[in-house]
């Protein structure tokens, strides 16, 4: 017989105010990338109100600074 191990994930729920704060990205931003795929969907947390896991929100950055690297990688100085 197999036994089913259960990882558990730690994470908070952020509301609006505190992604915009931690993306640097204004609302309609936000609104606009998740419509087009490029940002963390929300999820109802209650009858108004909606939040993002802190997970999903630490990829992004984390995404984002790679992606930023990644471009300057090949750039040089001026004085090199």
């Avoid at 017989?1 to 952020?14: A, C, F, Y």
């Avoid at 931003?29 to 802190?54: E, H, P, T």
């Avoid at 984390?62 to 471009?71: F, K, L, T, W, Y």
């Amino acid at each position: 017989m197999s036994h089913r191990q259960i990882t558990l994930v730690k994470s908070s729920i952020e509301r609006l105010p505190v992604v915009m704060e931690r993306t640097g990205r204004s609302r309609v931003s936000i609104y606009l990338d998740m419509k087009n795929g490029m940002f963390s969907q929300c999820f109802k947390v209650g009858i108004r109100a909606v939040g993002w896991l802190c997970s999903d929100i630490d990829a992004w950055i984390e995404n984002r600074v790679q992606a930023c690297r990644i471009s300057h990688a090949g750039v040089g100085h001026v004085n090199d």
